[in-house]
């Protein structure tokens, strides 16, 4: 079982809608990272956070610890959203504990 | 400063031959990482180097793997004798650490590698 469960997998929403992306993770953590990444490769930082909420424009991440859950919300959903949005967290163990374990992502596609 | 940079950005090679990707970090950052991504799949670590020590190797990073950061600013990752398994997108990351909060990240576009 991935350290890191995202859902939904596949997301198609219409242009205006409010999109809710969900994380959940089962291991302690000092961050979680919410990723952007567009065809091609490149990844985008979004978010980081370790605790509470965070907003930057059209988007809301939120993340709650006691039960090891985070979403990312976009309100009013537009074509040039459409990529693929990846979380992933940081483990609290250990000092060496530096990378990343990333879920799989959920790609989002926002029709006209 | 323009970010993490990657080069090549896409590489096709024969199998069995060698590559090797460079990635050039933000400045200021002193943690680099690798990582490695398959379709349909997140990214997964490679290795982490603090300055010029490489400080942790996944077990992912066989022995036809090696990584550098000889000055502690750029990176190099070399795949030896490489396979049709290591087609795959390769990420360089770097991060400073932001104080109780964790590293904060930045990722360059990525090596696609093409092993025909």
């Known amino acids: 079982k991935n350290e890191v469960e995202q859902s939904p997998q596949n997301l198609t929403a219409q242009e205006g809608e409010f999109i809710t992306i969900n994380c959940s993770y089962s291991?302690?953590?000092?961050?979680l990272h919410w990723l952007q990444q567009h065809p091609g490769g490149g990844i985008v930082s979004l978010f980081m956070l370790s605790s509470g909420k965070k907003k930057h424009g059209r988007l809301i991440a939120t993340i709650n610890i006691q039960e090891k859950h985070s979403s990312l919300h976009i309100t009013a959903s537009h074509p040039r959203d459409s990529a693929v949005y990846i979380c992933?967290?940081?483990?609290?163990?250990?000092?060496?504990?530096?990378?990343?374990?990333f879920g799989k992502g959920t790609k989002l596609s926002v029709i006209p | 400063d323009t970010g993490v940079s990657q080069n090549p950005r896409h590489k096709i090679t024969k199998r069995g031959q060698n590559v090797t990707f460079r990635c050039d970090p933000i400045s200021e950052h002193n943690r680099l990482y690798w990582y490695r991504q398959t379709l349909g799949q997140g990214p997964e670590f490679l290795t982490y180097?603090?300055?010029?020590?490489?400080?942790?190797k996944s077990r992912l990073l066989s022995d036809r793997f090696s990584a550098e950061r000889p000055k502690g600013s750029f990176s190099t990752l070399e795949i030896q004798r490489t396979e049709q398994g290591d087609s795959a997108m390769y990420l360089c990351a770097s991060s400073f650490n932001l104080l109780g909060q964790g590293d904060g990240y930045t990722f360059g576009s990525g090596t696609r590698l093409t092993v025909v």
């Open positions: 992933a967290v940081r483990s609290a163990s250990g000092a060496g504990s530096y990378q990343l374990t």
């Open positions: 291991v302690g953590i000092s961050a």
């Open positions: 180097f603090q300055n010029e020590a490489q400080l942790e």
